[in-house]
């Protein structure tokens, strides 16, 4: 599989506002509630996090964990932070002791199964992102099972990630990560109308990206529509000149 092996960043993966929380695009009013200086502090590190201040972020978060020790938001948070810092004893321990104190908790379960595949222990990530999909609670299971399909592509298993993926536009057909990689899951299968389909849905509902648009360019050359390759390959070269994806078009001498 040539790109969108990641799905998303795990820093976008936490995102709070007092006692509501959205975790790898869905939401839900959390129950558990904590006093208000652990939620300040909470939501001052993860705004830190998210901007790279990994230092301010560790201390506002630590404070955050002073005020109530059992808050499953900031261990969260604490598990995500410490990830980026390429500590993943301490990132597992945090992930470990948020499930500790809520063990189906479906937005620790995500954040703890991107962490697992990202260290390669796919079959623990892939159990812990279908637990969190099984939770009737969970208001977007379609997110955790597109991660479990995004970690078997990690894991070369693109057969395994085709399941997931189906499974997750099932539940919603409007997943983009979902719709990318069937259509270069379908590319690669040398399915090419399959591909151009799935692409079609991906762009009626996100934004072209440099690989999506190169992959379009492939597929529309397979198909021999020289129009629609060629608006792609104008958008390509003038909205990312830049992009490895235009160096590789200008390699390939199309037009």
Known sequence: ?????????LIAALVLSGCNQATGGGSFDVSERSNEVAETNLNLGIAYLKRGEYEKSLEKLNRA??????????????GLLYQKLGDNTRAEQYFKQALG???????????????LCAIDRFDEAQDAFMSAARNPLYETPEISITNAGTCALKNNHPDIAEK???????KDPKVPVALIQMS?????????LSARGY?????????????????????EQQLGDKNTLSSYALLLKNKFPDSNEAKLLQESGIK
């Open 65 to 78: 964990l002073e005020a109530d020790p059992h808050y499953t938001l900031t261990l969260n948070a604490l």
């Open 1 to 9: 599989m040539k790109v969108y092996r990641i799905f998303g960043p």
């Open 199 to 219: 692409l079609q849905r991906y762009i009626s509902v996100s934004k072209h990206s440099p690989a999506s648009l190169w992959l379009g360019i492939q597929i």
């Open 164 to 170: 997931f993926f189906r499974e997750a536009l099932d």
């Open 101 to 115: 104190i809520r063990s189906n908790d479906p937005y620790t379960l995500n954040n703890y199964g991107q962490f």
């Open 184 to 192: 270069q899951i379908s590319y690669d299968q040398a399915n090419y």
